[in-house]
């Protein structure tokens, strides 16, 4: 597995499973069967309400918890909850996550990021991150925060590179973790003639290709699937290597155009809804 290293130290492998949509039953199949497969990069959230699952699924796998990168993220309704991250890695079945994150720029986040920073002082997580800051709220971040995060989860695809938040997170090595990393079902991107021609070049499939894109922009990615075959050729992506040329021929594609546009009624949404999480 090729790894990421963190602006703490801390490494992070270039790809794990996902868990968004996932129902408990599936995520926690998944999880199991990604870790069986190779796959040490867990990603879930509150939000998803499949946490209790997805820590079904680790322990079923067999792997030691020191050998997997669990992240997960809190949701604005639990930014004010004291208790918040506990009650997330009890839901885990954990002592602590790698990478805990603010999920949304919504309601406190401010005391959100908070909740994570003395997470991190206390070692209930090994690295905190941000999940959809991006524009006027990491610029507001960055001028309130006492510890930098490791990591900010959004949106990232050929066809959306996220060049302008590059710039910030390079000045403080923060890194990025991709999320729609194939296009959220939008054929367009994938049946790019250039990954076509790539995939017949390297024996991959288009969407290989792409995700190998991502780990080679230094992205981690976290394509999330129920199916065990998908998880598999999900995977299946490190033993190749684009060329310069090739990459820049990819950088080609960038549209600046994003497949999901969040609104501020949106945000006020998130604020103010709780998920039911599990009971078992």
């Known amino acids: 597995m090729e790894n990421i290293t963190l602006n703490n130290g801390l490494t992070c492998p270039v790809i794990g499973i996902g868990t968004f949509m996932l129902s408990p039953d599936e995520a926690e199949n998944s999880v199991r069967e990604a870790l069986k497969m190779g796959y040490s990069l867990v990603d879930t959230a509150n939000a998803y309400v499949n946490e209790r699952a997805v820590g079904r699924g680790i322990k079923e796998s067999g792997l030691p918890r020191e050998k997997v990168f669990l992240s997960t993220k809190l949701w604005p309704s639990e930014y004010e909850n004291d208790n918040a991250v506990d009650e997330t890695l009890e839901r885990l079945g954990v002592d602590y996550v790698d990478l805990l994150y603010i999920h949304q720029p919504a309601g406190n986040w401010l005391a959100g990021y908070r909740l994570l920073e003395k997470a991190y002082k206390e070692g209930k997580a090994k690295s905190i991150g941000i999940s959809?800051?991006?524009?006027?709220?990491?610029?507001?971040?960055?001028?309130?925060?006492?510890?930098?995060?490791?990591?900010?989860?959004?949106?990232?695809?050929p066809y959306f590179t996220q060049k302008e938040l590059r710039k910030t997170l390079d000045e403080y090595g923060i890194k990025l973790m991709s999320w729609y990393p194939l296009g959220h079902g939008d054929k367009s991107l994938i049946n790019e003639p250039v990954f076509a021609s790539l995939g017949k070049k390297y024996s991959k499939t288009p969407a290989q290709v792409i995700l190998r894109w991502h780990t080679q922009m230094g992205f981690a990615v976290i394509p999330g699937s129920k199916n065990v075959e998908h998880i598999k050729d999900n995977l299946d992506i490190l033993d190749f290597t684009l060329t310069d040329d090739e990459m820049a021929e990819i950088a080609k594609l960038d549209k600046n155009m994003r497949y999901y546009h969040r609104t501020d009624a949106q945000l006020v949404q998130f604020a103010g809804w709780k998920p039911q999480f599990e009971t078992k």
């Open 132 to 157: 959809n800051f991006e524009g006027k709220y990491i610029d507001e971040l960055k001028t309130k925060w006492k510890i930098a995060p490791q990591f900010i989860q959004v949106e990232a695809h």
